[in-house]
C-alpha cells in the first residue's frame, strides 16, 4: 500500500514541546458567513449588519466568533484528533483580533502534556492552539484536551504531565477590539434594552426555544468547518462503532446553543474568552437542542465605564426544555439531559 495518505496522530505519536502546524488556510467568505446563519440561525446584530457594526467602529460586519473557532478547531483536526475517541475539554481562550470575510486564518498547535490512560489503549493529550490571520495576528488562542488512541498498546506510557490551566480568563487579559465604542448603539436593533447593569451573578436564563439537529446539516456544518473526523461523516463505518450511528460534532452544538442565548443575551455581542468547557454527553441527529445560562461572573474592564464583560455558563440539553435549568443531580453528576457544559465571556455595552 502506497504510504502517501495520512492516517492521523495516535497517542504514542505526540511529545511535550511538539509543535504542529496544520494544513490547509482557510480564506474565510460571505458565503461561509451565509451558510453558518442557514445552519445555525445566529442573528446577533453586530455580526448580521454591517450598519450597525459601522455605528460600533467595526469597519464591518466581523464574522461570527464560534464560526471562527470552528475554522480554526477545524484545522487542528486532522493532526490531534483523527484518532480520538472524544474531545474532552477547554480553557484559557482568548479572541483576539476580529474576524472579517476576506481574511485567510491558519493554525498550530503546541502539545503541553500528556497522560495515559489505566486501560493502556488511550491516553489524553493536551494542546494549546493558535489561529491567525493572513498578518500573523492572533484572532483566537485556546487550550483543549482530548481523549486519544494507542496505535501500539505494547509502548510504555511517557511521563505524565498534565498542564496547570486557569480557572478563568482575568478580566486584565481580555482583547477588545481597537476603536470599538458604544455611543450609538442601539437596543431597538439589536433585540433587547438589557445592557451589562441589568443582569445579576447568579441569574439564570432559560433561552426557550428548541433547535432540531437534521443529519444533513451537523455534516454539512462540520464540512463547513473542515473537519475530517469519521465518527461524524461515515455511518459505514459507525454503524459498527460505539453507538452505531454518526456522533454531532460538538462544535455545532457549541453553535447552536449560542445562536439560542439570544433569546435572552442578544446585547452579547463579542465572545472575549472560553473560560472552560466539557461535551457532557454525544449528540444525535433526530435530538432537539434547548439552552440556557447563568451569569457567572460581571467584569469591570479597565479602563471602560462604557463596556462591561459577562462570565457566563451556558447549558445546552438534549430534548428537554430548560425550564427547570436542568444541570447536576444531588450526587454530583450531570443530568442525562445535558450535552454541554460551556464557560465563557461575552462583551456588552454598560448604561451610560
Known amino acids: 500500500m502506497s504510504q502517501k ?11 511535550i514541546g511538539q509543535k504542529i502546524a496544520h494544513a490547509t488556510p482557510r480564506t474565510i467568505t460571505e458565503g461561509d458567513v451565509a451558510l453558518y446563519t442557514a445552519l445555525t440561525g ?10 450597525f457594526a459601522h455605528r460600533m467602529g467595526f469597519p464591518r460586519s466581523p464574522v461570527d466568533d464560534v464560526l471562527a473557532f ?3 478547531f477545524g484545522k487542528t483536526v486532522p493532526d490531534i484528533s483523527l484518532n480520538a475517541i472524544a474531545n474532552l475539554g477547554y480553557a484559557a481562550g482568548r479572541f483576539g483580533q476580529p474576524v472579517y470575510p476576506g481574511d485567510t486564518l491558519s493554525a498550530e498547535s503546541t502539545v503541553i502534556g ?18 491567525v490571520n493572513q498578518r500573523a495576528e492572533m484572532v483566537l488562542d485556546y487550550c483543549r484536551w482530548v481523549m486519544v488512541r494507542k496505535k501500539d498498546t505494547a509502548l510504555p506510557a511517557p511521563e505524565a504531565i498534565v498542564p496547570e490551566l ?6 486584565s487579559e481580555l482583547i477588545v477590539p481597537a476603536g ?73 452544538v457549541i453553535s447552536l446553543a449560542r445562536s439560542l442565548s439570544f433569546n435572552g443575551l442578544a446585547n452579547a455581542f463579542k465572545l472575549v474568552a472560553i473560560n472552560g468547557g466539557r461535551h457532557v454527553s454525544p449528540a444525535f ?18 479602563g471602560r465605564n462604557d463596556l462591561g464583560a459577562l462570565r457566563l455558563r451556558t ?31 461575552v462583551l456588552m455595552p454598560r448604561s451610560v
Open 315 to 345: 447549558v445546552a440539553t438534549k430534548d428537554q426544555s430548560c425550564t427547570d435549568f436542568p444541570y447536576k443531580l444531588a450526587d454530583g453528576n450531570y443530568d442525562p439531559s445535558v450535552l454541554l457544559d460551556f464557560d465563557y465571556t
Open 5 to 15: 495518505t495520512r492516517l492521523g496522530n495516535f497517542f504514542e505519536d505526540f511529545s
Open 42 to 51: 445566529t442573528r446577533f446584530a453586530c455580526a448580521s449588519a454591517d450598519t
Open 285 to 302: 441527529a433526530g435530538l432537539t437542542v434547548y439552552a440556557w445560562s447563568e451569569v457567572l461572573e460581571k467584569l469591570v474592564l479597565p
Open 180 to 252: 470599538i465604542h458604544v455611543d450609538q448603539y442601539d437596543c431597538a436593533l439589536s433585540g433587547s434594552t438589557d445592557l451589562w447593569d441589568d443582569y445579576q451573578v447568579g441569574e439564570r436564563i432559560d433561552h426557550v426555544d428548541g433547535m432540531t439537529i437534521e443529519e444533513s446539516e451537523h455534516m454539512m456544518a462540520t464540512r463547513l468547518y473542515q473537519n475530517t473526523a469519521r465518527v461524524h461523516f461515515n455511518q459505514h463505518a459507525e454503524k459498527d462503532g460505539r453507538f452505531g450511528r454518526r456522533i454531532v460534532y460538538g462544535g455545532f
Open 70 to 72: 470552528n475554522v480554526v
Open 114 to 131: 500528556l497522560k495515559e490512560n489505566r486501560d493502556g489503549k488511550t491516553g489524553v493529550v493536551y494542546v494549546r492552539s493558535r489561529g
Open 166 to 171: 486557569p480557572a478563568a480568563v482575568d478580566a
